[in-house]
């Protein structure tokens, strides 16, 4: 079995954001000091790079090994419209390809599986497919695909997260979404490879990946017959999902591991990896298999124990600030389903507003980020990524 001649470990640094109640005012995040002590020094996440830099001769063939730092197994929900979890995300990005390519600054451009066009003016995005585009088994990725996908997470059948105010914000989607329409009246296949989506309002981040334009289809072809609440327990999201991706899954051990191979039919030629292994792995035992090279490549490798695995050798360390964040929240009552809001409860234990803000202030996060996750985490003092 031929192998890469070193491996990398990726890093993710995380922005953290606090707030308090409905209010930014006593809002707490981790914060890098700017000490010079040795913690933070060996953790300034902007002296990491992003990529791997390598001229030696591409192999032909070989297996990568590739490890996901988790302490769970994962979901294995293999479609973009119902996973829920970041590591199935990691699962799925050697076989599911987002639609839009994106920029440094995760803006849509041109170039991808498909262009988006924005009419401001009418309100109005086109989407047009590669002609050449077609899932990982060689059926055509058309816009019936693009539809469906649009149609499945706006049914009032899907459980899932994707639904909300940006498809909310498509002509007629309530009216579907309530069972008063069969159809969007706002999405239209313009032809086999084009979809017209209308748009109640536009705003600027519909020009950012992740702004309010869905990034996916869905193989509708593999979903025939199977209901809308089945679809998560289905074989196209649990055994055999299908993608246009450069590889597709060959075997899923459920929890544990999947095995992918090249995509035949990808639009930007067979890749040259004869296979990927990617395995989730304890974030306990970890660093002693890389002491002993069992893994080409390791994802999410945890930022609190950063000390023990920051020189390791025959590895290159990659990063940046993750495009995430957390935050402080505090129960303030009841979740009420109709208004789709909550019930104050004035009589709550943390009802009173100056309580809350003392409780962020209270929290030492300069303190937690420097000593807890050595730097890797820092203050989180706006919604769009630095």
């Given at each position: 079995?031929?192998?890469?001649?070193?491996?990398?470990?990726?890093?993710?640094?995380?922005?953290?954001?606090?707030?308090?109640?409905?209010?930014?005012?006593?809002?707490?995040?981790?914060?890098?000091?700017?000490?010079?002590?040795?913690?933070?020094?060996?953790?300034?996440?902007?002296?990491?790079?992003?990529?791997?830099?390598?001229?030696?001769?591409?192999?032909?063939?070989?297996?990568?090994?590739?490890?996901?730092?988790?302490?769970?197994?994962?979901?294995?929900?293999?479609?973009?419209?119902?996973?829920?979890?970041a590591y199935d995300r990691d699962f799925m990005l050697p076989s599911?390809?987002?639609?839009?390519?994106?920029?440094?600054?995760?803006?849509?451009?041109?170039?991808?599986?498909?262009?988006?066009?924005?009419?401001?003016?009418?309100?109005?995005?086109?989407?047009?497919?590669?002609?050449?585009?077609?899932?990982?088994?060689?059926?055509?990725?058309?816009?019936?695909?693009?539809?469906?996908?649009?149609?499945?997470?706006?049914?009032?059948?899907y459980d899932g997260v994707r639904y909300n105010n940006d498809f909310?914000?498509?002509?007629?989607?309530?009216?579907?979404?309530?069972?008063?329409?069969?159809?969007?009246?706002?999405?239209?296949?313009?032809?086999?490879?084009?979809?017209?989506?209308?748009?109640?309002?536009?705003?600027?981040?519909?020009?950012?990946?992740?702004?309010?334009?869905?990034?996916?289809?869905?193989?509708?072809?593999?979903?025939?017959?199977?209901?809308?609440?089945?679809?998560?327990?289905?074989?196209?999201?649990?055994?055999?999902?299908?993608?246009?991706?450069?590889?597709?899954?060959?075997?899923?051990?459920?929890?544990?591991?999947?095995?992918?191979?090249?995509?035949?039919?990808?639009?930007?030629?067979?890749?040259?990896?004869?296979?990927?292994?990617?395995?989730?792995?304890?974030?306990?035992?970890?660093?002693?298999?890389?002491?002993?090279?069992?893994?080409?490549?390791?994802?999410?490798?945890?930022?609190?124990?950063?000390?023990?695995?920051?020189?390791?050798?025959?590895?290159?360390?990659?990063?940046?600030?993750?495009?995430?964040?957390?935050?402080?929240?505090?129960?303030?009552?009841?979740?009420?389903?109709?208004?789709?809001?909550?019930?104050?409860?004035?009589?709550?234990?943390?009802?009173?507003?100056?309580?809350?803000?003392?409780?962020?202030?209270?929290?030492?996060?300069?303190?937690?980020?420097?000593?807890?996750?050595?730097?890797?985490?820092?203050?989180?003092?706006?919604?769009?990524?630095?």
């Amino acid at each position: 079995m031929k192998k890469t001649k070193f491996g990398m470990i990726t890093l993710l640094a995380a922005l953290v954001l606090g707030a308090c109640g409905q209010s930014n005012e006593g809002g707490t995040g981790a914060t890098d000091t700017g000490e010079s002590s040795s913690d933070a020094a060996a953790s300034d996440i902007s002296t990491l790079p992003l990529a791997v830099v390598n001229d030696d001769e591409v192999i032909e063939g070989g297996v990568l090994d590739v490890a996901v730092v988790m302490d769970t197994q994962f979901q294995g929900l293999f479609q973009w419209e119902f996973y829920q979890d970041a590591y199935d995300r990691d699962f799925m990005l050697p076989s599911h390809e987002y639609l839009f390519l994106q920029d440094e600054d995760f803006k849509i451009i041109d170039g991808g599986p498909a262009d988006l066009d924005l009419d401001v003016e009418n309100n109005k995005a086109t989407i047009t497919l590669r002609d050449e585009l077609k899932w990982s088994d060689g059926v055509d990725v058309t816009a019936e695909d693009v539809i469906f996908s649009y149609e499945v997470i706006g049914h009032q059948d899907y459980d899932g997260v994707r639904y909300n105010n940006d498809f909310t914000n498509i002509v007629g989607m309530e009216e579907y979404h309530s069972g008063e329409a069969d159809t969007i009246s706002g999405i239209t296949a313009v032809s086999d490879k084009v979809v017209e989506i209308e748009f109640k309002e536009m705003h600027p981040g519909m020009q950012q990946s992740g702004g309010a334009i869905w990034n996916s289809a869905l193989a509708k072809h593999t979903f025939e017959g199977i209901e809308v609440a089945d679809m998560p327990s289905s074989d196209p999201v649990r055994t055999n999902p299908v993608g246009f991706g450069p590889y597709k899954m060959s075997n899923i051990v459920p929890g544990e591991t999947v095995e992918y191979v090249p995509n035949e039919h990808y639009y930007g030629g067979t890749p040259t990896l004869e296979k990927i292994v990617m395995r989730n792995v304890p974030s306990a035992s970890i660093n002693e298999a890389l002491n002993a090279k069992q893994y080409d490549l390791v994802l999410k490798m945890p930022t609190d124990t950063f000390d023990t695995y920051q020189d390791m050798d025959g590895y290159q360390m990659l990063g940046r600030p993750e495009q995430s964040y957390t935050y402080l929240g505090f129960n303030l009552g009841t979740w009420n389903d109709e208004t789709n809001s909550v019930d104050f409860d004035p009589n709550a234990k943390m009802a009173n507003k100056a309580l809350r803000q003392a409780m962020g202030y209270a929290i030492d996060n300069d303190a937690i980020g420097e000593r807890f996750y050595h730097g890797l985490r820092s203050n989180g003092t706006t919604l769009i990524p630095p």
